[in-house]
């Protein structure tokens, strides 16, 4: 198992996209729940988008029919495309394998800065 890598973040205008990609070797990825989360500094990290092995999703209200998170198995890689993004959008965002596990489990984040 290998700890997840995730990229794709930046500085971005509200308004624009990104997409996020998080590779995760190792891990019987058709398997697993994958999931994006979230965190700014001070608060909690929080879920924003996940996905299961039978491609089932559910988002956070605040990025419902914004975000779409997708999955291919291949290539061992999760996807977050982030559009009509927000200031509040911005956060260090983190790729999870599995709906448990230790700090192995996540990836070392990567930061989204939406700019007004």
């Known amino acids: 198992q290998v700890q997840p890598v995730e990229s794709g973040g930046g500085l971005v205008q509200a308004g624009g996209s990104l997409r996020l990609s998080c590779l995760a070797s190792?891990?019987?990825?058709?398997?697993?729940?994958m999931g994006w989360y979230r965190q700014v500094p001070g608060k909690q990290r929080e879920l924003v988008a996940r996905?299961?092995?039978?491609?089932?999703?559910n988002y956070a209200d605040s990025v419902k029919g914004r975000f779409t998170i997708s999955r291919d198995n291949a290539k061992n890689t999760v996807y977050l495309q982030m559009n009509s993004l927000k200031t509040e959008d911005t956060a260090v965002y983190y790729c999870?394998?599995?709906?448990?596990?230790?700090?192995?489990?996540w990836g070392q984040g990567t930061q989204v800065t939406v700019s007004s």
């Open positions: 996905i299961t092995s039978g491609d089932s999703t």
């Open positions: 190792g891990w019987m990825f058709s398997l697993k729940t």
């Open positions: 999870k394998v599995g709906l448990s596990g230790g700090a192995g489990s």
